[in-house]
Protein backbone atom coordinates (compact mmCIF):
# COMPACT_ATOMS: atom_id res chain seq x y z
CA UNK A 1 0.00 0.00 0.00
CA UNK A 2 2.72 2.24 0.08
CA UNK A 3 3.45 2.49 -3.46
CA UNK A 4 -0.20 3.25 -4.28
CA UNK A 5 -0.90 6.40 -6.10
CA UNK A 6 -2.71 9.44 -5.11
CA UNK A 7 -5.26 9.00 -7.87
CA UNK A 8 -6.21 5.85 -6.70
CA UNK A 9 -6.14 7.22 -3.16
CA UNK A 10 -8.50 9.84 -3.17
CA UNK A 11 -10.89 6.87 -5.36
CA UNK A 12 -11.05 5.45 -2.12
CA UNK A 13 -12.93 8.10 -0.41
CA UNK A 14 -15.08 8.66 -3.53
CA UNK A 15 -18.20 6.47 -3.99
CA UNK A 16 -19.99 5.83 -7.08
CA UNK A 17 -22.81 3.54 -8.67
CA UNK A 18 -21.88 1.58 -11.56
CA UNK A 19 -25.33 0.08 -12.83
CA UNK A 20 -24.90 -1.95 -17.02
CA UNK A 21 -22.06 -0.21 -17.62
CA UNK A 22 -23.31 3.60 -17.19
CA UNK A 23 -22.97 5.63 -14.21
CA UNK A 24 -25.92 5.68 -11.61
CA UNK A 25 -26.46 9.36 -10.13
CA UNK A 26 -28.41 9.77 -7.14
CA UNK A 27 -32.26 10.83 -7.04
CA UNK A 28 -31.32 14.44 -5.45
CA UNK A 29 -28.80 14.63 -8.92
CA UNK A 30 -31.32 13.43 -10.95
CA UNK A 31 -34.00 16.06 -9.96
CA UNK A 32 -31.53 18.56 -10.08
CA UNK A 33 -30.61 17.90 -13.90
CA UNK A 34 -34.52 17.85 -14.58
CA UNK A 35 -35.18 21.01 -12.75
CA UNK A 36 -32.36 22.91 -14.71
CA UNK A 37 -33.07 22.11 -18.03
CA UNK A 38 -37.05 21.64 -17.11
CA UNK A 39 -37.19 18.78 -18.08
CA UNK A 40 -39.61 15.82 -15.95
CA UNK A 41 -40.36 12.18 -16.01
CA UNK A 42 -43.43 11.52 -16.85
CA UNK A 43 -43.81 7.92 -15.62
CA UNK A 44 -45.49 6.89 -18.61
CA UNK A 45 -42.55 5.53 -20.74
CA UNK A 46 -40.52 2.66 -19.65
CA UNK A 47 -36.50 3.94 -18.31
CA UNK A 48 -37.81 7.82 -18.80
CA UNK A 49 -35.25 8.62 -16.32
CA UNK A 50 -32.55 6.26 -17.10
CA UNK A 51 -29.12 7.76 -17.62
CA UNK A 52 -28.17 8.95 -20.73
CA UNK A 53 -24.31 8.93 -20.17
CA UNK A 54 -23.30 5.48 -21.26
CA UNK A 55 -19.33 3.89 -20.90
CA UNK A 56 -17.94 1.64 -23.56
CA UNK A 57 -17.40 -1.64 -22.20
CA UNK A 58 -13.87 -1.50 -23.46
CA UNK A 59 -12.91 1.56 -22.20
CA UNK A 60 -13.45 0.90 -18.65
CA UNK A 61 -10.65 0.16 -15.77
CA UNK A 62 -11.40 -2.89 -13.28
CA UNK A 63 -8.95 -1.20 -11.26
CA UNK A 64 -9.71 2.18 -10.93
CA UNK A 65 -13.75 1.06 -10.37
CA UNK A 66 -13.17 -1.36 -7.99
CA UNK A 67 -10.97 1.27 -5.67
CA UNK A 68 -13.75 3.66 -5.59
CA UNK A 69 -15.50 3.63 -2.71
CA UNK A 70 -13.25 0.97 -1.16
CA UNK A 71 -12.60 3.12 2.83
CA UNK A 72 -16.06 4.18 2.47
CA UNK A 73 -17.54 0.92 2.96
CA UNK A 74 -15.44 0.10 5.12
CA UNK A 75 -16.65 2.56 7.81
CA UNK A 76 -19.83 2.46 7.31
CA UNK A 77 -19.64 -1.25 7.71
CA UNK A 78 -21.85 -3.04 10.39
CA UNK A 79 -19.11 -4.75 12.18
CA UNK A 80 -16.62 -2.54 14.41
CA UNK A 81 -13.79 -4.93 13.62
CA UNK A 82 -14.12 -4.01 9.87
CA UNK A 83 -14.30 0.13 11.09
CA UNK A 84 -11.35 0.02 13.16
CA UNK A 85 -9.14 -1.55 10.57
CA UNK A 86 -10.67 0.47 7.95
CA UNK A 87 -9.79 3.33 10.37
CA UNK A 88 -5.84 1.82 10.81
CA UNK A 89 -6.04 1.60 7.06
CA UNK A 90 -6.68 4.82 6.50
CA UNK A 91 -4.80 6.72 8.97
CA UNK A 92 -1.83 4.48 7.71
CA UNK A 93 -2.12 5.93 4.15
CA UNK A 94 -3.00 9.35 5.74
CA UNK A 95 0.86 9.61 6.99
CA UNK A 96 2.19 8.48 4.39
CA UNK A 97 0.42 10.95 1.84
CA UNK A 98 -0.02 14.88 2.77
CA UNK A 99 -3.31 15.32 0.23
CA UNK A 100 -4.56 12.27 1.01
CA UNK A 101 -4.80 13.60 5.06
CA UNK A 102 -6.45 16.74 4.27
CA UNK A 103 -9.22 14.63 2.21
CA UNK A 104 -10.10 11.76 4.71
CA UNK A 105 -10.40 14.41 8.10
CA UNK A 106 -14.37 14.77 7.39
CA UNK A 107 -14.38 10.75 7.39
CA UNK A 108 -12.49 10.95 10.74
CA UNK A 109 -14.55 13.51 12.58
CA UNK A 110 -17.83 12.25 11.30
CA UNK A 111 -16.44 8.74 13.16
CA UNK A 112 -16.58 10.68 16.49
CA UNK A 113 -20.30 10.20 16.31
CA UNK A 114 -20.24 6.08 15.68
CA UNK A 115 -22.06 4.45 18.27
CA UNK A 116 -19.36 2.00 19.59
CA UNK A 117 -17.00 3.29 22.21
CA UNK A 118 -14.03 1.65 20.79
CA UNK A 119 -14.71 3.35 17.42
CA UNK A 120 -14.89 6.39 18.54
CA UNK A 121 -11.67 6.20 20.33
CA UNK A 122 -9.93 4.85 17.34
CA UNK A 123 -11.07 7.73 15.76
CA UNK A 124 -9.51 9.81 17.89
CA UNK A 125 -6.28 8.48 18.00
CA UNK A 126 -6.14 8.60 13.92
CA UNK A 127 -6.51 11.87 13.56
CA UNK A 128 -3.68 12.97 16.76
CA UNK A 129 -1.52 10.56 14.50
CA UNK A 130 -1.92 12.53 11.33
CA UNK A 131 -2.63 15.93 13.23
CA UNK A 132 0.74 17.50 11.40
CA UNK A 133 -0.65 17.09 8.36
CA UNK A 134 -4.60 18.55 8.52
CA UNK A 135 -5.45 21.78 9.63
CA UNK A 136 -8.90 21.82 11.26
CA UNK A 137 -11.87 24.49 10.30
CA UNK A 138 -14.94 25.36 12.44
CA UNK A 139 -17.27 23.08 11.57
CA UNK A 140 -14.66 19.89 12.30
CA UNK A 141 -13.91 21.58 15.24
CA UNK A 142 -17.43 21.95 16.43
CA UNK A 143 -18.11 18.20 16.14
CA UNK A 144 -14.59 17.46 18.05
CA UNK A 145 -15.67 19.41 21.11
CA UNK A 146 -19.24 17.84 21.20
CA UNK A 147 -17.08 14.90 21.75
CA UNK A 148 -15.85 16.26 25.45
CA UNK A 149 -18.91 15.81 26.61
CA UNK A 150 -18.95 12.05 26.04
CA UNK A 151 -19.31 9.24 28.75
CA UNK A 152 -15.99 7.77 28.08
CA UNK A 153 -13.17 8.81 30.27
CA UNK A 154 -10.74 7.52 27.99
CA UNK A 155 -12.66 9.67 24.90
CA UNK A 156 -12.75 13.06 26.90
CA UNK A 157 -8.56 12.65 27.32
CA UNK A 158 -7.59 11.36 24.16
CA UNK A 159 -9.40 14.78 22.65
CA UNK A 160 -7.67 16.61 24.83
CA UNK A 161 -4.36 15.26 23.80
CA UNK A 162 -5.60 15.43 20.39
CA UNK A 163 -6.47 19.13 20.55
CA UNK A 164 -3.02 20.01 21.86
CA UNK A 165 -1.39 18.69 19.13
CA UNK A 166 -3.26 19.96 16.53
CA UNK A 167 -3.02 22.85 14.07
CA UNK A 168 -6.32 25.20 13.88
CA UNK A 169 -7.74 27.34 10.72
CA UNK A 170 -9.09 30.80 12.42
CA UNK A 171 -9.11 33.19 16.04
CA UNK A 172 -12.58 31.46 16.99
CA UNK A 173 -11.15 27.82 16.62
CA UNK A 174 -8.82 28.98 19.03
CA UNK A 175 -11.44 30.25 21.38
CA UNK A 176 -13.48 26.99 21.64
CA UNK A 177 -9.98 25.88 22.16
CA UNK A 178 -8.48 28.19 24.81
CA UNK A 179 -7.40 25.40 27.46
CA UNK A 180 -4.75 24.26 24.94
CA UNK A 181 -1.39 25.85 24.96
CA UNK A 182 -0.54 28.92 22.43
CA UNK A 183 3.04 27.90 21.71
CA UNK A 184 1.70 26.95 18.09
CA UNK A 185 -0.73 30.04 16.81
CA UNK A 186 0.98 32.87 19.02
CA UNK A 187 -0.13 35.29 15.64
CA UNK A 188 -3.80 34.51 16.43
CA UNK A 189 -3.44 34.78 20.07
CA UNK A 190 -1.90 38.49 19.75
CA UNK A 191 -5.78 40.58 18.84
CA UNK A 192 -7.39 38.28 21.68
CA UNK A 193 -4.79 39.32 24.64
CA UNK A 194 -7.45 42.64 25.71
CA UNK A 195 -10.53 40.29 25.32
CA UNK A 196 -8.99 37.43 27.26
CA UNK A 197 -7.48 39.62 30.06
CA UNK A 198 -10.00 41.81 30.13
CA UNK A 199 -7.95 44.97 29.65
CA UNK A 200 -9.71 47.74 29.34
CA UNK A 201 -8.42 51.00 27.21
CA UNK A 202 -9.31 53.49 30.06
CA UNK A 203 -9.90 51.76 33.37
CA UNK A 204 -8.19 50.03 35.31
CA UNK A 205 -9.69 46.73 36.20
CA UNK A 206 -9.43 44.21 39.46
CA UNK A 207 -6.82 42.11 39.92
CA UNK A 208 -7.84 38.34 38.98
CA UNK A 209 -8.00 35.48 41.75
CA UNK A 210 -4.59 33.24 41.26
CA UNK A 211 -6.68 30.62 42.82
CA UNK A 212 -9.05 30.34 39.09
CA UNK A 213 -8.59 27.54 37.17
CA UNK A 214 -9.75 29.27 33.76
CA UNK A 215 -7.59 32.62 34.69
CA UNK A 216 -4.27 30.78 34.80
CA UNK A 217 -5.34 28.05 31.67
CA UNK A 218 -5.76 31.61 29.67
CA UNK A 219 -1.95 32.84 31.11
CA UNK A 220 -0.49 29.65 30.15
CA UNK A 221 -2.11 30.47 26.52
CA UNK A 222 -0.50 33.82 26.63
CA UNK A 223 2.36 33.46 28.20
CA UNK A 224 3.61 30.28 25.69
CA UNK A 225 2.47 32.23 23.06
CA UNK A 226 4.88 35.58 24.00
CA UNK A 227 7.71 33.53 23.67
CA UNK A 228 7.89 33.94 19.83
CA UNK A 229 6.06 37.08 20.05
CA UNK A 230 7.77 39.93 22.00
CA UNK A 231 4.78 42.43 21.10
CA UNK A 232 2.68 40.87 23.14
CA UNK A 233 4.53 42.21 26.74
CA UNK A 234 3.54 45.49 26.35
CA UNK A 235 -0.17 44.50 26.13
CA UNK A 236 0.20 43.20 29.67
CA UNK A 237 -0.60 44.81 32.94
CA UNK A 238 2.15 44.98 35.53
CA UNK A 239 -0.19 42.23 38.16
CA UNK A 240 -0.07 39.93 34.44
CA UNK A 241 3.99 40.37 34.75
CA UNK A 242 3.94 39.35 38.31
CA UNK A 243 1.48 36.52 38.11
CA UNK A 244 4.28 35.37 35.64
CA UNK A 245 6.98 35.02 38.21
CA UNK A 246 4.94 33.10 40.22
CA UNK A 247 3.78 30.60 37.88
CA UNK A 248 7.15 30.38 36.33
CA UNK A 249 7.88 28.68 39.94
CA UNK A 250 4.65 27.48 40.41
CA UNK A 251 4.37 25.81 37.23
CA UNK A 252 7.89 25.65 35.78
CA UNK A 253 6.82 22.73 33.38
CA UNK A 254 3.64 24.87 32.02
CA UNK A 255 5.04 27.99 31.53
CA UNK A 256 8.39 28.74 29.62
CA UNK A 257 11.02 31.28 29.86
CA UNK A 258 10.08 34.69 28.52
CA UNK A 259 13.91 36.16 27.66
CA UNK A 260 12.05 39.72 27.40
CA UNK A 261 10.29 38.95 30.69
CA UNK A 262 13.40 37.73 32.67
CA UNK A 263 16.13 40.46 31.61
CA UNK A 264 14.65 42.57 34.46
CA UNK A 265 14.80 39.68 36.91
CA UNK A 266 18.14 38.24 35.87
CA UNK A 267 19.15 38.60 39.73
CA UNK A 268 16.88 36.45 40.69
CA UNK A 269 16.43 34.05 37.61
CA UNK A 270 19.03 30.94 37.41
CA UNK A 271 20.49 30.74 34.05
CA UNK A 272 20.42 27.55 32.41
CA UNK A 273 23.73 25.92 32.31
CA UNK A 274 24.85 23.07 30.05
CA UNK A 275 25.86 19.62 31.56
CA UNK A 276 26.92 16.64 30.50
CA UNK A 277 25.68 14.26 32.86
CA UNK A 278 26.52 11.19 30.06
CA UNK A 279 29.78 11.75 30.47
CA UNK A 280 29.49 11.83 34.36
CA UNK A 281 28.42 8.88 34.59
CA UNK A 282 30.14 6.83 32.28
CA UNK A 283 33.03 8.59 34.69
CA UNK A 284 31.95 6.49 37.79
CA UNK A 285 31.16 3.47 35.73
CA UNK A 286 35.08 3.86 34.92
CA UNK A 287 36.13 4.34 38.15
CA UNK A 288 34.05 1.45 39.66
CA UNK A 289 36.23 -1.01 36.57
CA UNK A 290 39.66 0.31 37.34
CA UNK A 291 38.65 -0.05 41.25
CA UNK A 292 39.23 -4.33 40.54
CA UNK A 293 42.70 -3.98 41.17
CA UNK A 294 42.65 -1.93 44.52
CA UNK A 295 42.50 -3.44 47.91
CA UNK A 296 39.34 -4.59 49.24
CA UNK A 297 39.14 -1.32 51.79
CA UNK A 298 39.58 1.26 49.63
CA UNK A 299 37.12 -0.14 46.68
CA UNK A 300 34.27 -0.65 49.15
CA UNK A 301 34.86 2.79 49.64
CA UNK A 302 34.39 3.69 45.99
CA UNK A 303 31.58 1.81 45.70
CA UNK A 304 29.75 3.42 48.51
CA UNK A 305 31.06 6.78 47.18
CA UNK A 306 29.37 5.67 43.57
CA UNK A 307 26.00 4.59 44.59
CA UNK A 308 25.59 7.82 46.00
CA UNK A 309 26.57 9.99 43.30
CA UNK A 310 24.06 8.01 41.29
CA UNK A 311 21.34 8.00 43.44
CA UNK A 312 21.80 11.83 43.01
CA UNK A 313 22.29 11.54 39.55
CA UNK A 314 18.86 9.60 38.89
CA UNK A 315 17.16 12.46 41.03
CA UNK A 316 18.60 15.59 38.68
CA UNK A 317 18.28 14.41 35.28
CA UNK A 318 15.57 12.20 34.40
CA UNK A 319 16.63 11.73 30.85
CA UNK A 320 19.47 9.66 32.98
CA UNK A 321 17.71 8.18 35.90
CA UNK A 322 17.19 4.62 34.21
CA UNK A 323 20.45 3.85 33.50
CA UNK A 324 21.77 5.77 37.07
CA UNK A 325 19.44 3.77 38.96
CA UNK A 326 21.13 0.44 37.24
CA UNK A 327 24.01 1.11 37.78
CA UNK A 328 23.23 2.03 41.20
CA UNK A 329 21.48 -1.41 41.63
CA UNK A 330 24.64 -3.38 39.85
CA UNK A 331 27.33 -1.74 42.45
CA UNK A 332 25.10 -2.30 45.16
CA UNK A 333 25.46 -6.30 44.59
CA UNK A 334 29.00 -5.97 43.90
CA UNK A 335 29.66 -4.04 47.07
CA UNK A 336 26.97 -6.39 48.90
CA UNK A 337 28.95 -9.31 47.85
CA UNK A 338 32.51 -7.95 48.93
CA UNK A 339 30.85 -7.66 52.50
CA UNK A 340 29.58 -11.33 52.55
CA UNK A 341 32.89 -12.55 51.30
CA UNK A 342 34.75 -10.59 53.55
CA UNK A 343 33.11 -12.43 56.85
CA UNK A 344 35.46 -15.73 56.93
CA UNK A 345 32.77 -17.33 58.92
CA UNK A 346 30.05 -16.61 56.34
CA UNK A 347 30.25 -20.12 55.07
CA UNK A 348 30.23 -21.93 58.66
CA UNK A 349 27.30 -23.11 60.44
CA UNK A 350 28.95 -23.29 64.13
CA UNK A 351 29.88 -20.05 63.59
CA UNK A 352 26.69 -17.97 62.21
CA UNK A 353 24.77 -19.62 65.21
CA UNK A 354 27.34 -17.92 67.61
CA UNK A 355 27.89 -14.78 66.02
CA UNK A 356 27.22 -12.49 62.88
CA UNK A 357 24.35 -14.64 62.22
CA UNK A 358 21.55 -12.25 61.52
CA UNK A 359 24.09 -10.10 59.96
CA UNK A 360 24.95 -12.55 57.25
CA UNK A 361 21.30 -13.74 57.12
CA UNK A 362 20.58 -10.32 55.72
CA UNK A 363 22.94 -9.47 53.17
CA UNK A 364 21.93 -12.51 51.35
CA UNK A 365 18.35 -11.96 51.45
CA UNK A 366 19.41 -8.33 50.50
CA UNK A 367 21.58 -9.23 47.51
CA UNK A 368 19.13 -11.32 46.33
CA UNK A 369 16.16 -8.85 46.09
CA UNK A 370 18.41 -6.79 44.05
CA UNK A 371 19.95 -8.52 42.22
CA UNK A 372 16.12 -9.73 41.46
CA UNK A 373 15.06 -6.36 40.99
CA UNK A 374 18.08 -5.58 38.66
CA UNK A 375 16.72 -8.54 36.81
CA UNK A 376 13.38 -7.38 35.89
CA UNK A 377 12.92 -3.82 36.26
CA UNK A 378 15.28 -2.44 33.37
CA UNK A 379 13.96 -2.89 30.00
CA UNK A 380 16.46 -1.74 26.58
CA UNK A 381 19.85 -3.41 27.23
CA UNK A 382 22.14 -4.60 24.75
CA UNK A 383 22.18 -7.97 24.51
CA UNK A 384 26.11 -7.62 26.22
CA UNK A 385 24.59 -5.45 29.29
CA UNK A 386 21.91 -8.31 29.63
CA UNK A 387 24.34 -10.94 29.88
CA UNK A 388 26.48 -9.43 32.73
CA UNK A 389 23.34 -8.80 34.67
CA UNK A 390 22.59 -12.93 34.02
CA UNK A 391 26.49 -13.61 34.95
CA UNK A 392 25.82 -11.39 38.31
CA UNK A 393 22.66 -13.51 38.76
CA UNK A 394 24.19 -16.76 38.62
CA UNK A 395 27.06 -15.59 41.17
CA UNK A 396 24.09 -14.52 43.51
CA UNK A 397 22.55 -18.38 43.15
CA UNK A 398 26.30 -19.72 43.51
CA UNK A 399 26.74 -17.61 46.59
CA UNK A 400 23.30 -18.92 48.10
CA UNK A 401 23.98 -21.97 47.65
CA UNK A 402 26.83 -22.42 49.52
CA UNK A 403 25.35 -20.37 52.14
CA UNK A 404 22.55 -22.71 52.83
CA UNK A 405 24.38 -25.98 51.90
CA UNK A 406 27.45 -24.70 54.51
CA UNK A 407 25.36 -22.27 56.85
CA UNK A 408 22.55 -23.92 57.98
CA UNK A 409 20.64 -27.25 58.16
CA UNK A 410 17.69 -26.50 55.28
CA UNK A 411 17.41 -28.81 52.63
CA UNK A 412 19.28 -27.32 49.50
CA UNK A 413 18.11 -29.63 46.66
CA UNK A 414 15.50 -27.57 45.18
CA UNK A 415 18.30 -24.99 45.43
CA UNK A 416 20.59 -26.79 43.60
CA UNK A 417 18.08 -28.23 40.81
CA UNK A 418 17.46 -24.49 40.16
CA UNK A 419 21.37 -23.25 39.77
CA UNK A 420 22.06 -26.21 37.40
CA UNK A 421 18.83 -24.62 35.23
CA UNK A 422 20.49 -21.49 34.82
CA UNK A 423 23.78 -22.36 34.12
CA UNK A 424 22.20 -23.99 31.28
CA UNK A 425 20.09 -21.35 30.16
CA UNK A 426 23.02 -19.16 30.89
CA UNK A 427 24.76 -21.18 28.21
CA UNK A 428 22.45 -21.22 25.69
CA UNK A 429 21.99 -17.05 25.90
CA UNK A 430 25.57 -16.69 25.82
CA UNK A 431 25.81 -19.30 22.25
CA UNK A 432 22.63 -17.61 20.54
CA UNK A 433 24.00 -14.52 20.44
CA UNK A 434 27.66 -15.27 20.29
CA UNK A 435 29.23 -13.49 24.01
CA UNK A 436 31.62 -14.33 25.87
CA UNK A 437 31.54 -15.40 29.37
CA UNK A 438 33.50 -13.95 32.61
CA UNK A 439 36.34 -15.37 34.29
CA UNK A 440 33.94 -16.61 36.87
CA UNK A 441 31.32 -18.54 35.31
CA UNK A 442 33.61 -19.86 32.62
CA UNK A 443 35.57 -21.91 35.78
CA UNK A 444 31.17 -23.19 36.55
CA UNK A 445 30.93 -24.37 33.17
CA UNK A 446 34.15 -26.35 33.45
CA UNK A 447 33.33 -27.45 36.60
CA UNK A 448 29.85 -28.39 35.73
CA UNK A 449 30.70 -30.30 32.48
CA UNK A 450 32.89 -32.87 34.55
CA UNK A 451 30.83 -33.17 37.18
CA UNK A 452 29.14 -36.55 37.39
CA UNK A 453 26.64 -36.66 40.43
CA UNK A 454 25.45 -33.12 41.27
CA UNK A 455 24.57 -33.14 44.29
CA UNK A 456 24.25 -30.04 46.40
CA UNK A 457 27.04 -30.79 48.65
CA UNK A 458 29.25 -31.27 45.84
CA UNK A 459 28.39 -28.12 43.98
CA UNK A 460 29.00 -26.00 46.97
CA UNK A 461 32.27 -27.63 47.52
CA UNK A 462 33.28 -26.24 43.53
CA UNK A 463 31.48 -23.62 43.68
CA UNK A 464 33.05 -22.25 47.72
CA UNK A 465 36.89 -21.73 45.86
CA UNK A 466 35.69 -20.08 42.95
CA UNK A 467 33.09 -17.39 44.46
CA UNK A 468 36.26 -15.82 46.69
CA UNK A 469 38.93 -16.37 43.65
CA UNK A 470 37.03 -14.24 41.01
CA UNK A 471 35.35 -10.53 41.46
CA UNK A 472 32.38 -9.57 39.20
CA UNK A 473 33.22 -7.32 35.98
CA UNK A 474 32.13 -4.39 35.74
CA UNK A 475 29.24 -2.99 34.14
CA UNK A 476 29.22 -0.92 30.75
CA UNK A 477 25.93 1.37 30.03
CA UNK A 478 25.68 2.31 26.15
CA UNK A 479 22.05 1.79 25.67
CA UNK A 480 18.97 4.18 26.58
CA UNK A 481 17.97 2.08 29.46
CA UNK A 482 14.37 2.51 30.60
CA UNK A 483 12.82 1.51 33.83
CA UNK A 484 9.59 0.01 34.75
CA UNK A 485 6.74 2.36 36.62
CA UNK A 486 3.78 3.48 36.92
CA UNK A 487 1.83 6.36 38.53
CA UNK A 488 -1.12 5.96 40.42
CA UNK A 489 -3.87 9.39 39.30
CA UNK A 490 -6.75 7.88 41.53
CA UNK A 491 -7.38 7.64 43.99
CA UNK A 492 -5.50 10.40 45.02
CA UNK A 493 -4.65 9.65 48.76
CA UNK A 494 -5.34 13.65 50.21
CA UNK A 495 -8.83 12.79 51.15
CA UNK A 496 -9.36 12.37 55.29
CA UNK A 497 -12.66 11.57 55.04
CA UNK A 498 -13.18 7.96 55.79
CA UNK A 499 -15.34 5.90 53.33
CA UNK A 500 -17.95 3.80 55.18
CA UNK A 501 -19.56 0.86 53.71
CA UNK A 502 -21.39 -2.24 55.32
CA UNK A 503 -19.05 -4.47 56.93
CA UNK A 504 -18.65 -8.11 55.15
CA UNK A 505 -19.77 -6.32 51.77
CA UNK A 506 -18.09 -4.75 49.15
CA UNK A 507 -16.46 -1.53 48.80
CA UNK A 508 -15.81 -0.21 45.13
CA UNK A 509 -12.87 2.29 44.58
CA UNK A 510 -12.05 3.61 41.19
CA UNK A 511 -8.08 3.57 40.13
CA UNK A 512 -6.54 5.51 37.72
CA UNK A 513 -2.76 4.33 36.68
CA UNK A 514 -0.52 4.53 34.16
CA UNK A 515 2.23 2.03 33.63
CA UNK A 516 5.31 2.12 31.71
CA UNK A 517 7.80 -0.29 30.13
CA UNK A 518 6.23 -3.57 31.38
CA UNK A 519 7.37 -6.26 28.89
CA UNK A 520 3.93 -8.48 29.79
CA UNK A 521 1.31 -7.23 31.60
CA UNK A 522 -0.14 -10.81 33.09
CA UNK A 523 2.64 -9.79 35.64
CA UNK A 524 1.03 -6.63 37.17
CA UNK A 525 -0.75 -6.78 39.96
CA UNK A 526 -2.86 -4.83 42.73
CA UNK A 527 -1.68 -4.54 45.69
CA UNK A 528 -3.85 -4.15 48.72
CA UNK A 529 -2.50 -4.06 52.45
CA UNK A 530 -4.86 -3.70 55.34
CA UNK A 531 -3.92 -2.37 58.79
CA UNK A 532 -3.69 -5.91 59.97
CA UNK A 533 -1.07 -6.76 57.55
CA UNK A 534 -3.15 -8.90 55.50
CA UNK A 535 -2.09 -8.44 51.72
CA UNK A 536 -4.22 -9.01 48.65
CA UNK A 537 -2.37 -9.53 45.14
CA UNK A 538 -5.96 -8.58 42.80
CA UNK A 539 -5.32 -9.73 39.04
CA UNK A 540 -6.43 -7.06 36.49
CA UNK A 541 -8.53 -8.15 33.86
CA UNK A 542 -6.92 -7.42 30.08
CA UNK A 543 -10.03 -5.13 29.38
CA UNK A 544 -8.94 -3.01 31.47
CA UNK A 545 -5.67 -2.12 30.09
CA UNK A 546 -5.66 0.52 27.46
CA UNK A 547 -2.40 1.24 25.21
CA UNK A 548 -1.27 4.56 25.10
CA UNK A 549 2.10 3.77 22.86
CA UNK A 550 4.30 0.86 22.44
CA UNK A 551 5.66 1.34 26.16
CA UNK A 552 3.26 2.76 28.13
CA UNK A 553 -0.22 1.46 28.76
CA UNK A 554 -3.20 3.05 31.36
CA UNK A 555 -4.84 0.97 33.67
CA UNK A 556 -8.71 2.02 34.53
CA UNK A 557 -10.33 -0.66 36.94
CA UNK A 558 -12.34 -0.77 40.12
CA UNK A 559 -10.59 -2.16 43.23
CA UNK A 560 -13.25 -4.41 45.69
CA UNK A 561 -12.38 -4.07 49.25
CA UNK A 562 -14.35 -6.10 52.38
CA UNK A 563 -13.23 -6.54 56.15
CA UNK A 564 -14.94 -7.33 58.80
CA UNK A 565 -16.09 -4.32 61.82
CA UNK A 566 -13.76 -1.88 62.78
CA UNK A 567 -13.66 -0.08 66.00
CA UNK A 568 -12.73 3.31 63.87
CA UNK A 569 -11.32 4.31 60.45
CA UNK A 570 -7.89 3.23 59.20
CA UNK A 571 -6.02 3.51 55.96
CA UNK A 572 -5.57 0.62 53.97
CA UNK A 573 -2.45 0.99 51.55
CA UNK A 574 -3.14 0.16 47.72
CA UNK A 575 -0.44 0.14 44.71
CA UNK A 576 0.98 -1.84 41.86
CA UNK A 577 3.29 -4.48 41.70
CA UNK A 578 4.76 -6.67 39.47
CA UNK A 579 4.40 -10.88 40.59
CA UNK A 580 6.86 -13.11 38.97
CA UNK A 581 5.51 -16.17 41.13
CA UNK A 582 4.43 -17.69 38.33
CA UNK A 583 6.04 -16.27 35.33
CA UNK A 584 9.55 -16.88 36.85
CA UNK A 585 9.60 -19.62 39.19
CA UNK A 586 6.58 -21.74 37.71
CA UNK A 587 9.06 -24.36 36.15
CA UNK A 588 10.49 -25.01 39.70
CA UNK A 589 7.76 -25.21 42.35
CA UNK A 590 10.05 -26.86 44.94
CA UNK A 591 12.40 -23.51 44.57
CA UNK A 592 9.66 -21.18 44.75
CA UNK A 593 8.81 -22.68 47.98
CA UNK A 594 12.43 -22.67 48.97
CA UNK A 595 13.31 -19.11 48.48
CA UNK A 596 9.63 -17.52 49.44
CA UNK A 597 10.74 -16.13 53.22
CA UNK A 598 14.22 -14.78 51.28
CA UNK A 599 13.51 -13.63 48.06
CA UNK A 600 10.47 -11.61 46.93
CA UNK A 601 8.98 -12.69 43.77
CA UNK A 602 7.03 -9.26 43.88
CA UNK A 603 8.30 -5.95 42.66
CA UNK A 604 6.68 -2.70 43.37
CA UNK A 605 6.45 -0.22 40.68
CA UNK A 606 5.21 2.95 42.86
CA UNK A 607 4.81 4.22 46.05
CA UNK A 608 1.12 2.83 47.63
CA UNK A 609 -1.45 5.38 48.17
CA UNK A 610 -3.39 5.05 51.60
CA UNK A 611 -7.57 5.34 51.25
CA UNK A 612 -9.27 5.60 54.76
CA UNK A 613 -11.99 3.05 55.13
CA UNK A 614 -14.37 2.12 57.79
CA UNK A 615 -16.50 -0.98 57.44
CA UNK A 616 -19.54 -0.12 59.57
CA UNK A 617 -21.84 -3.56 61.49
CA UNK A 618 -24.85 -4.31 59.72
CA UNK A 619 -28.33 -1.80 61.20
CA UNK A 620 -30.72 -4.12 62.45
CA UNK A 621 -34.33 -3.32 61.91
CA UNK A 622 -36.71 -2.60 64.53
Known sequence: MTNVSYKFLEQTLDKRLMSNMRKKRSAHERQKESYQTGEWASGKKWADDAPRETVDANSVNLISTGACGAIVHGLEDEFLEVRNATLDSLCELALQSHSFAILSIDFLVDMFNDEIEEVRLKAVHCLTKIS???????????????????????????VHSMLACCHLSTDKCLKMCLQQLGSRHPELTLPLVTDLLGIHPFFDTPEPDMDDPAYISILILIFNSACTCPTMIPLLEQHTLKHYSYLRDSLSNLVPPIKYLSQGQSKREVKEVSTNTMAFLQNELDKIARAEKLNALTRQRLQETAIQDLSRLAKIDLSLAASASCASHYIQCQLLFAKILQNKNWCCSSMLALQHGNTVKNAVEQLLQTSFRLSHVFVGLTPTEVATIMQLRLKVFALHLVYIVRGSNSSALALCDHFLNQVENLQKYLYQNNLCSDAFVDAVFREMDQLEDPKPGTVARILQPLLQSYHSPALRLTSAVRQTKAVIYEPTGDSD?????????LLGINLDAEIENVTDLKTVRIMVKYPDQQCQMILPKSADFREIDSNRHRLVTTVLLSHNVWSEACQVEIGLTLDFTEAGMGSNKNY???????EENTIELCDPVKVTISPKPIKKGI
Not at 497 to 505: D, E, I, N, Q, S
Not at 592 to 598: A, G, L, M, N, R
Request: no cysteine; glycine share 2%.
Open 497 to 505: TPLKFTAGL
Open 592 to 598: QKTVSKS
Open 132 to 158: NHIVLREDQLETILAVLEDFATDIREA
